[in-house]
Structures are given as structure tokens and as C-alpha cells.
């Protein structure tokens, strides 16, 4: 079992950048792929970044390639998403999520979830 906690939120302007974390319990953080989702309002939630349990690939939407990088540091059970040049269609709840094994980008394939951190991107 992995519980899950997202961190770094906020309301940011259009251009802007901001890093999300999200810390991870447990001694097996390395037997988990790592990724982001996202819900805006009035959508279902979305996929947006995944790595592999040990970040040598990652995969992104299309909709933020390019503007967002996914990492993460299994000597700290922390997985992070750099985002830069935020649009105001990037606002939503952010989720992080982690399953065993393979790394998916179908959010039906993950198991343990985090509460979500909120990001407003204002123009």
C-alpha cells in the first residue's frame, strides 16, 4: 500500500510556472510507476505525464509536451512535474497516482491516488 500527498499549487498568470510534488509512504516507492492527472472543471480527469519507476522514460499528453517534464527521486519517494508556460486551460485539480509494475497512461490502470492539488492559471 502507497499513500499519496500532493504539494505546490497555486494560482499563477498565464506564462508562468509552477512545480507540483507529491510524496509517496511506504519503502517500495521504486516497485510503483509514477504519474499526473488532472480534472478541470466540468471535464473528466485526464492524463498528463508518467514515468517509469526509475525515470528512465517518460510520457506526456500532447496537450503539455514540451511545457511540462515529469521526474522523480526514489531516494526521497517524491514524484514532481515542472510547469512551465502555463495557459488557462491548464487549470484544474491535479492528481498524482502510482501503480505496480508497468507504467500506463489510462488513469483506469492506477490504484492508489493522492487528494489533489488545485492549479489556476489566470490570463
Known amino acids: 500500500q502507497v499513500q499519496l500527498k500532493e504539494s505546490g499549487g497555486g494560482l499563477v498568470q498565464a506564462g508562468g510556472s509552477l512545480r507540483l510534488s507529491c510524496a509517496a509512504s511506504g519503502r517500495t516507492f521504486s516497485s510503483y510507476a509514477m504519474g499526473w492527472f488532472r480534472r478541470a472543471p466540468g471535464k473528466e480527469r485526464e492524463f498528463v505525464a508518467a514515468?517509469?519507476?526509475?525515470?528512465?522514460?517518460?510520457y506526456y499528453a500532447d496537450s503539455v509536451k514540451g511545457r511540462f517534464t515529469i521526474s522523480r527521486d526514489n531516494t526521497k519517494n517524491t514524484v514532481a512535474v515542472q510547469m512551465n508556460s502555463l495557459k488557462p486551460e491548464d487549470t484544474a485539480v491535479y492528481y498524482c497516482?502510482?501503480?505496480?509494475?508497468?507504467?500506463?497512461?489510462?488513469?483506469?490502470?492506477?490504484?492508489?491516488w493522492g487528494q489533489g492539488t488545485q492549479v489556476t492559471v489566470s490570463s
Open positions: 514515468i517509469t519507476r526509475f525515470g528512465s522514460n517518460k
Open positions: 497516482a502510482a501503480r505496480l509494475g508497468q507504467t500506463k497512461t489510462a488513469l483506469a490502470e492506477y490504484e492508489h
